[in-house]
């Protein structure tokens, strides 16, 4: 179990780290293409050595794929305009909250009062997170929450349904060629290439950083409960809520742990009830 805690804190430190990156880019966009550009040549070679994804998990990596595009979009658009300390901890307490939801209404987990009152407390942590922050800013936050709660949906009945570990990969590839056509539809394939040529360790970089968090948090679940993982896994939150404060000089630093908190403690109590 230690080991297992060790596995989900590390991953959330990384998850919360190439988002501070992107953050931190003079382009977001650029950043975000970029590292799934690099993750799904990545994912390619390595699908290649394995022997690939089964048919039946090609067509859910390629939802997911699809939906990863309105989430790099959104959380570009995000990270350019607002705080760092209030876009990620919406946006991945609000995906992990609707991700529950989603388990309940779709895939046939269980609702109890226990539930409730956990959905309940990440409501009222998301609440006053919010305080004060403009509209758009938050908007933009819970349109990436939902993007997080629709991929993870389906990626979780993907898994039970393929099983194995290749279908991680599937989604890295897919979500890499959703994101590039449309960078290149939209026109941005020249700075893309520039971008490329000039910060393609940076891109590796941050590339290896999330595929290294998936990774992480599969050694952790075998090793202990998916709950449990899952609950450490989101103290991303807290953890985005300091680098916020320490790295970009966010302000709102008390109110924003606090609420960070509350949203990981509703998060604990919702895996635990589940």
Do not use: C
Not at 19 to 43: C, E, H, M, T, Y
Request: proline residues 2%; aromatic residues 8%.
């Amino acid at each position: 179990m230690l080991v297992a805690t060790a596995l989900a804190l590390a991953s959330a430190g990384l998850h919360a780290t190439w988002n501070l990156l992107a953050k931190r880019s003079a382009d977001p966009f650029l950043a975000l293409w970029g590292q799934f550009f690099v993750a799904a040549l990545i994912a390619t070679v390595v699908l290649g050595a394995t022997g690939g994804l089964p048919a039946a998990g090609w067509g859910w990596a390629a939802v997911s794929g699809a939906v990863h595009l309105p989430y790099v979009v959104g959380l570009a658009i995000a990270y350019e305009h607002g705080d760092f300390s209030l876009a990620y901890p919406l946006a991945r307490g609000g995906g992990a909250l609707l991700a529950g939801i989603g388990g309940i209404v779709l895939l046939g987990d269980e609702l109890d009062a226990w539930s409730v009152a956990a959905i309940v407390t990440v409501a009222g942590g998301m609440a006053l997170l919010a305080i004060g922050a403009a509209g758009p800013e938050v908007g933009m936050a819970l349109f990436v929450a939902m993007t997080i709660g629709v991929y993870t949906v389906v990626d979780s009945h993907a898994s039970r349904l393929v099983g194995g570990n290749t279908y991680a990969f599937g989604v890295f590839a897919a979500a890499g060629v959703s994101v590039s056509a449309y960078g290149l539809v939209i026109g941005r394939g020249r700075a893309m290439a520039a971008a490329l040529s000039g910060q393609w360790r940076r891109f590796t970089a941050t590339a290896v950083l999330s595929m290294v968090t998936y990774a992480l948090v599969l050694a952790a679940v075998r090793r202990a409960p998916v709950g449990y993982v899952a609950a450490l896994r989101e103290s991303s939150v807290l953890v985005a809520a300091l680098m916020g404060w320490r790295y970009l000089d966010e302000g709102s630093i008390h109110r924003r742990m606090l609420a960070a908190t509350i949203i990981v403690g509703g998060l604990v109590l919702l895996v635990v009830s589940g």
